[in-house]
Each structure stands twice: as C-alpha cells, then as structure tokens.
C-alpha cells in the first residue's frame, strides 16, 4: 500500500515557476515508476510527466523543455519543476505509483497506476 500527498500547486502568472511535490508513504517507493497527471475542468485526466523505477524520464509533448520530473528516493518524494507556464496549464495535478518495470505507453495510461494522490490545483493566469 502507497500513500501519496501532493503539495506546491497555487496561484501564478503566466511565465512563471511553480513546483509539485508528491510525498509517499511505503519502504519500497524506489520499486514503484511515479507519474503526474492533469484534469482540467470538463476534460479527460492527461499524462504529464512519468520517471520508470530505472530513472528514464518521459514527457507530454505540450510540457517538453518546460516541465522536470524527479525523485529523491531517500525522501520518498518526486517533483515536477514547471517552468514558463501557460494558462493551458492550469488544472488538477495528481501524483500517480505503478510497481514495477513498466513500458513507456502503460507510464502513460492513467488507468495502468495504482495508487493516486488527492491533487492539488494549478492556476496559471494571463
């Protein structure tokens, strides 16, 4: 059983930085491949980010060269460094664990994680 909290999400002007800071619970945590996702309202819950337990990282194309994934196994925790955000970005963002090695279309596929975090909100204003 995973726990996960996410934190870091607020309010901030185009252009700006915010980062996402997902807590789990669980002395396997470096076992598991770690995801973010998005929900905005009225839209589907869209891939983000994912970093396989090996430590490849994978991208959305619309946050590729804005957004890093990372994870200090230590600290049970992952990031998500966002940079020169949009207001397309804003959203629900949700931290996501799948055990195992996993293939880069099933990191993708929010169906395919395990465990979810409660989100937090992103507001990116223009």
């Known amino acids: 059983q995973v726990q996960l909290v996410e934190s870091g999400g607020g309010l901030v002007q185009a252009g700006g930085s915010l980062r996402l800071s997902c807590a789990a619970s669980g002395r396997t945590f470096s076992r598991y491949a770690m995801g973010w996702f998005r929900q905005a309202p009225g839209k589907e819950r869209e891939f983000v980010a994912a970093m396989s337990w090996s430590g490849s990282t994978y991208y959305a194309d619309s946050v590729k060269g804005r957004f890093t994934i990372s994870r200090d196994n230590a600290k049970n925790t992952v990031y998500l460094q966002m940079n020169s955000l949009k207001p397309e970005d804003t959203a629900v963002y949700y931290c996501?664990?799948?055990?195992?090695?996993?293939?880069?279309?099933?990191?993708?596929?929010?169906?395919?994680?395990?465990?979810w975090g409660q989100g937090t909100q992103v507001t990116v204003s223009s």
């Open positions: 996501a664990a799948l055990p195992g090695p996993v293939t880069v279309v099933v990191l993708t596929m929010p169906s395919a994680y395990d465990y």
